[in-house]
């Protein structure tokens, strides 16, 4: 369900007329739906509603101040990566508290950085990172709440580059060795085990290949508390998958039902006894927050990216429409060979035609739609929409080519906000100098 629709032939977003945004603030631009982006993340959200969790946004996929503040005021949290979407992160109000910094990579800076801010949890993903982490911590007099990110050796069935939890993935600690590195980390005198996490891949779009990984982390806690190690909160990391041609990846209500199912018993089996009042003894349900790191379902198809048509050219084989995007601005075709959806901003009705879409970068990779026959004809001047590019669009664009980084632009009703200018040519070369001497 999206707010880009049709009207008196032209696509809207929301009440906002596209090809007025164009004529606003130029083009290409992403633009994005203020109601899409609360509908998804509340749906999400109220999927889980039965049982304790917390919803902590992946901001890799769309790390704009402003969507990262509307979803603080949801009562979102943030899934982070690195020392900037921190910075990020705690400047669109997101509460400490409610951040979890998950990667591969972080370095001693960072470690800091998260430390000071007072995050939730770190998601360690290696023996190495556990000892340097508590080395940290310990020089600054702190406690470094720990997750330990295992690998639970699962296919998650979508493009290699986005999948991570199998062994040859660079990704999490392997199951067997866990419960080791959870010994470990519990003797460590500066990290204190607060959770587990995982994350096997993105752009799912069938439940099985979670059901099967968090089965496998369930057992896995389970054995933790035999081994009288709690776990608090239970990090099931992202990847459910979107619509982008003809998927039908599963609603958000039918993977949290699903996952609940598999996860029921981790809540009921050995319930806590609580001393009551009057001495006797209510059984209560173990204090296990989920976790959970939507990016994509929130934010892919709440927004799009609009360029215009620049020339037209009959190649010798195929028709190529050259127009104003490019790879640098949405990464995503040239990367992965995905499909994003190209409509015309006005007059709906048109005909389909044969053609590549792609950009002025000097690559042939620089494609935004590849040998498609489901291309708007469209002529010099004309808009077109490239849709569901609201993740992992912006925030892979580069200024490859030297091209300034776009303008990102947020629908809200009939109201239009400029959330990220355009680049200037002084900001391309900002921090750059010609030092005398060279
Ligand atoms: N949590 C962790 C630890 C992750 O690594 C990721 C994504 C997510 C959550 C969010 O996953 P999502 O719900 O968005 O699937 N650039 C690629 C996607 C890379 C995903 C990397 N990790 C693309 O454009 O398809």
């Not at 295992?150 to 419960?179: Q, R, W």
């Not at 099985?208 to 990391?237: M, Q």
């Not at 998958?241 to 996860?263: C, F, W």
């Not at 927004?303 to 640098?328: C, H, P, Q, S, W």
């Amino acid at each position: 369900m999206h707010h880009f629709h049709y009207m008196d032939e032209e696509l809207f977003c929301e009440e906002v007329r596209v090809s007025d945004v164009a004529d606003a603030v130029g083009t290409p631009f992403y633009l994005y739906s203020h109601a899409t982006l609360t509908h998804h993340f509340r749906v999400f959200d109220s999927a889980f509603e039965e049982i304790p969790h917390l919803v902590c946004f992946s901001v890799k996929a769309n790390s704009n101040l402003a969507i990262l503040k509307l979803f603080a005021d949801l009562g979102g949290g943030a899934d982070i990566v690195s020392g900037g979407e921190l910075f990020r992160s705690l400047k669109a109000g997101i509460e400490p508290q409610k951040i979890v910094f998950s990667g591969v990579g972080k370095t001693p800076q960072e470690m800091r950085e998260a430390l000071d801010a007072g995050i939730l949890m770190f998601n360690v993903e290696s023996a190495q990172e556990l000892d340097l982490l508590n080395t940290i911590a310990g020089q600054m007099g702190k406690v470094a709440p720990v997750s330990i990110r295992v690998n639970p050796d699962v296919d998650p069935k979508t493009h290699p580059y986005i999948s991570t939890g199998l062994k040859k993935n660079k990704f999490g600690i392997e199951l067997e060795d866990a419960i080791q590195e959870y010994f470990r980390t519990a003797e460590l005198e500066n990290l204190e085990v607060v959770g587990i996490s995982c994350h096997i891949g993105s752009q799912l779009t069938e439940v099985d290949p979670f059901v099967d990984s968090f089965s496998r982390v369930k057992d896995l806690v389970a054995r933790l508390r035999e081994e009288g190690i709690d776990i608090s909160y239970l990090d099931l990391g992202g990847g459910l998958g979107i619509t982008y041609s003809d998927e039908e990846p599963p609603h958000p209500d039918s993977y949290a039902k699903r996952i609940i199912q598999v996860l029921k018993e981790l809540y009921t089996a050995g319930v806590v006894g609580a001393a009551v009042g009057n001495g006797l003894v209510h059984a209560r349900p173990r204090d296990l927050t989920l976790i959970l790191e939507p990016g994509r379902v929130i934010v892919g198809n709440a927004g799009i990216l609009v360029t215009r048509v620049l020339y037209n050219k009959e190649g010798v084989k195929k028709r190529f429409i050259i127009v104003d995007a490019a790879m640098n601005d949405l990464a995503r075709p040239a990367l992965y060979d995905s499909y994003h959806r190209i409509m015309p901003v006005t007059d709906p009705g048109r005909k389909k035609v044969a053609a590549d879409v792609v950009g002025p970068i000097c690559e042939s990779g620089d494609f935004l739609a590849r040998d498609r026959e489901d291309i708007p004809d469209a002529s010099r001047g004309e808009l077109l929409a490239v849709m569901s590019a609201g993740a992992y669009g912006f925030t892979m664009s580069s200024n490859y080519n030297s091209r300034p980084r776009v303008a990102e632009v947020l629908a809200k009703g009939d109201e239009l906000f400029v959330v990220r200018e355009r680049e200037s040519y002084e900001e391309l070369v900002r921090g750059e100098s010609m030092p005398e001497g060279i």
